[in-house]
């Protein structure tokens, strides 16, 4: 996801906690935001985090924090707004961490229809990435793939 400036991800469906979140998301940055009620627990090294949209369980997600390091990095994310495949240059100051392919997770997904899409992958038991990030990050205007 991160360095060199060149990586990134696709944003396909994104909880957040506000509609003020969620409106800037999807007005400005073309996001597919949604209003949730995302509550987090932390136990030592281990946030879990439950995200519950529109009244259906969502996910319930354990994951051991990676060791962090003072970074500065960008990266870049995409998401679609009118049609347009957007990409949005972002970039994070501050403490990250990030360790692939990891056991040190427990993921339980759902009955929210968003769920049956993560099912559906079958990704395994190995976390892609794990990534903590104590930063301020920025998300800089988007711009239409095709017209850069």
């Known amino acids: 996801m991160f360095g060199g400036g060149a990586r990134g991800g696709y944003v396909d469906f ?34 879990h985090t ?26 870049t994310s ?25 056991r040190a997770f427990s993921m339980t997904l759902g009955d929210h229809p968003r769920a049956d899409r993560l099912r559906r992958l079958d990704a395994g038991d190995r976390a892609l990435l794990r990534f903590a990030a104590d930063a301020e990050v920025t998300i800089h205007a988007g711009r239409s793939v095709g017209d850069e």
């Not at 996001?31 to 090294?45: C, L, M, S």
């Not at 519950?52 to 990095?73: A, H, I, K, M, N």
């Not at 995409?78 to 692939?100: F, I, N, S």
Request: proline share 7%.
């Open 14 to 47: 994104l909880p957040v906690t506000t509609d003020p979140a969620r409106a800037l998301g999807v007005d400005i940055w073309g996001y597919p935001k949604t209003v949730a009620n995302v509550t987090h627990r932390d136990r030592r090294a281990t946030r």
């Open 50 to 75: 439950t995200v519950t949209v529109d009244g259906e369980r969502f996910v319930d997600l354990s994951v051991d924090r990676p060791p962090t390091v003072d970074t500065r990095l960008s990266a």
């Open 78 to 102: 995409y998401t679609t707004m009118d049609g347009r495949l957007l990409r949005e240059r972002l970039t994070v100051d501050g403490h990250v961490g990030a360790w692939p392919a990891s």
